[in-house]
């Protein structure tokens, strides 16, 4: 399994009025192919930061970074992940299928292929039949779902996704939380999702990385043992209280000594 | 619905109301001075019937106005020099004009402001500075200057006027609503790999929309204004501006007002009309309904 991310030693030090801000300070980290890799730590951490810098939104300032084997900004420019916002970000004056086909459209694909793909990943995020409502008729997790959808539309075999369920209430999340995990064994990509939620992070993941404040750094990796077929019952048993734990005990750790 | 229209009407009342009273009221010095020449005593009936219709009345009334209005526009023909249809289509030509000059001229300068640092400090300024010059010392310059350019009639200068007037608050407008898109709205672009071109055409011109029908109600009224002030200087004979400056001079009041009518009523209608495309174009592009 080759490292479809990696980041050695990887640092971002922003300059503000009040000195040196330190969100990334020597982080390293491998993500395989087809891994699920869930990011949690209090606000501060680094996380959001650390997906960013894949995502060539942000420059590290310091260490190593690369993407299927390329710099972070060349893997952008191939178009080498799909990025879910923790707000939905459909734009309004478009339908939800002319959404889908905002990156279609930039990434220049034929219109009769911009349509067989919207149909495709509404068909993934169980939202056929939606494709010409505008986003205002949507509740909040349709709409993440239809910009997780948008994300899926190019094929990237990255996605990254930034709280996406974060502000959604418990009972949509569940849901969502389930429909990730079979989109994820269905089209087998690799995910970076960050979260607040230590149910959802480890309900989803193959691998957890807990990342502490001041400056940001991971404090602890930990592997699921759970296989990907799983449903939500998996929260009860004793294996998933344990690794909850384990990461509790993490963000405590870092919490205490910042 | 049904009371909203009773609002409409109460308050319609009460201003016609008001004008009749204020009419009375300072039409009566002269129906009073009228009345001690002829050595007669007027009881308040006759007083108010005296200043319902006079000829030069210090404020004429609504049925003297309306009656004006009419018989200028649907009595006489649309050539006519006195029909206010003639001098109406004269002016909302110029501020069509006018208003199509300034809207490109506003959309252009926010766009350079929003893409240039230096354009915003450079031109933002000159653009504020430029509203606080009273139109009415600049109109005739420009009417000046454009003559002396060799450029035959009113019509150029008229338009450059309201242009003057309407170019701003479509700046503004646009300003800020080619700034509206948020962060995560731009760096959804940029994970595209978007060019500098995608991201004006499919995100900051679409999100602008709304600010520029704000601004291009403002700016209609704003263009029809400024037409009016260009025909306003000495030796314009046509347009709204000039039956307004000729009723001036001739002490003609029903004549000032009357032409002042059309002249709001063009502008409800310009403004009406654009609400209408408004609505119509926000329904397109998703807006709740």
């Known amino acids: 399994m080759g490292s479809v991310i990696s980041a050695r030693d990887l640092s971002l030090t922003f300059q503000t009025n009040d000195g040196p801000v330190h969100a990334l300070k020597d982080v390293s980290l491998e993500i395989g192919k087809g891994e699920f890799v869930s990011f949690i730590g209090p606000s501060g951490c680094g996380k959001t930061t650390f997906l960013r810098c894949i995502a060539a939104l942000e420059e590290p300032t310091g260490g190593s970074l690369t993407v299927n084997g390329m710099s972070a900004d060349e893997a952008r420019r191939a178009r080498a992940y799909g990025y879910v916002f923790q707000a939905a970000g459909l734009y309004p004056w478009r339908t939800v299928g002319r959404n889908i086909a905002l990156p279609l459209e930039i990434m220049g694909f034929s219109k009769a292929e911009q349509q067989e793909r919207i149909g495709r990943v509404l068909d993934l995020v169980e939202l056929s039949g939606f494709e010409k409502k505008f986003p205002w008729q949507l509740s909040g997790g349709m709409q993440q779902r239809a910009s997780i959808a948008r994300a899926l539309a190019f094929d990237a075999d990255i996605l990254l996704m930034d709280e996406p369920f974060g502000a959604l209430d418990e009972i949509v999340r569940d849901h969502l939380n389930e429909q990730v995990l079979a989109l994820w064994r269905r089209t087998q990509k690799t995910i970076a999702f960050v979260t607040h939620s230590i149910d959802e992070a480890v309900f989803l993941s193959t691998k957890i990385v807990v990342m502490s404040p001041r400056p940001g750094r991971i404090t602890d990796v930990i592997e699921s043992p759970f296989p990907p077929e799983r449903g939500l019952d998996v929260r009860e048993t004793p294996e998933f209280i344990e690794i909850a734990r384990r990461v509790r005990e993490g963000l405590r750790a870092g919490t205490v000594d910042a | ?289």
Request: net charge positive.
């Open chain 2, 1 to 289: 619905m049904m009371r909203s229209v009773g609002a409409v009407l109460t308050v319609l009342v009460a201003l016609v109301v008001i004008w009749y009273a204020a009419a009375v009221w300072m039409n009566s010095g002269w129906a009073l001075g009228q009345a001690e020449k002829r050595g007669e005593v007027l009881s308040f009936s006759q007083l108010v019937v005296e200043t319902m219709d006079q000829k030069r009345p210090r404020l004429p009334t609504p049925h003297q106005v309306f009656g004006e209005l009419w018989d200028t526009t649907v009595e006489k023909k649309v050539t006519s020099k006195r029909s206010l249809v003639f001098h109406g289509w004269i002016t909302l030509q110029s501020t069509l004009w006018g208003f199509a000059l300034g809207v490109v001229v506003g959309i252009l300068l926010a766009v350079a402001i929003v893409y240039s640092r230096v354009m915003e400090l450079s031109v933002m300024p000159w653009a504020v500075i430029s509203q606080t010059i009273p139109i009415v010392a600049l109109a005739p310059m420009i009417i000046v200057l454009a003559s002396s350019a060799g450029i035959e009639g009113r019509g150029v200068p008229k338009a450059i006027i309201s242009a003057y007037l309407c170019f701003f608050p479509v700046l503004v407008g646009m300003v800020k609503g080619l700034r509206s898109p948020s962060r995560d709205q731009l760096d959804l672009m940029r994970t595209y790999g978007a060019s500098g071109a995608e991201v004006f055409w499919k995100l900051r011109m679409p999100a602008s929309v709304p600010y520029l029908f704000a601004s291009l109600k403002i700016g209609i009224a704003a263009a029809l204004v400024g037409t009016i002030v260009g025909e306003l200087p000495t030796g314009a004979i046509r347009g709204l501006g000039a039956r307004i400056l000729i009723g001036d001079q001739f002490g003609n009041p029903i004549m000032i007002w009357s032409a002042l009518f059309a002249a709001a009523i063009l502008a409800g209608g310009l403004v009406i009309l654009f609400g209408v495309i408004e609505r119509l174009t926000l329904r397109r592009m998703g807006a709740a309904r």
